[in-house]
């Protein structure tokens, strides 16, 4: 990372503290996924599983939608009653709730890769598009430390 990222970085950190009145090693963004399986890997699993069960005819994009929305639901319910919680859970979460944590974003996940797949979207260039539409919309000069929206930068 060069250093003027790492300072901007270090920045955000310190603001996230500073507001969230979290500690240090509670604010530490530094996490990387798996190289695999690749979300093409993982799109054409889902694929052949849900072929496998002949569920493709209930696999339309508002039955999906609606799924996915179930599911964010169920991810919901894990955070509700809790509080703020830190950046890498810290104590907030037993082994069991962080498992049942993995499970639901995975639900999630896999909704929304096979609502992209019924509405045939290039999730990683949709994506990859709109990080840099986003970069636009939030100049870092305007933006930086603040949680405003876009429209109140003007
Ligand atoms: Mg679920």
């Not at 509080?83 to 037993?94: D, H, I, R």
């Not at 609502?115 to 100049?139: F, M, R």
Request: glycine residues 6%; aromatic residues 10%; negative net charge.
């Amino acid at each position: 990372m060069c250093s003027n990222k790492e300072n901007i970085l270090d920045q955000v950190t310190n603001g996230i503290k500073k507001d969230s009145g979290l500690s240090e090693a509670e604010t530490n963004f530094e996490f990387k996924f798996s190289s695999q399986p690749t979300l093409e890997n993982l799109s054409e699993e889902l694929l052949d599983f849900c072929k496998q069960r002949n569920w493709q005819q209930y696999h339309t994009p508002r039955n999906l939608l609606l799924a996915l929305v179930g599911e964010v639901g169920e991810l919901s319910e894990i955070f509700q009653w809790k509080g703020e919680v830190p950046v890498g859970l810290g104590s907030s979460f037993n082994e069991k709730e962080r498992e049942h944590l993995e499970q639901e974003l995975s639900d999630v996940f896999i909704y929304l890769i096979r609502l992209s797949q019924a509405c045939k979207v290039d999730l990683p260039k949709a994506v990859e598009a709109k990080i840099e539409h986003n970069k636009q919309k939030y100049p870092v000069e305007k933006c930086f430390g603040q949680s405003k929206k876009y429209h109140e930068y003007n």
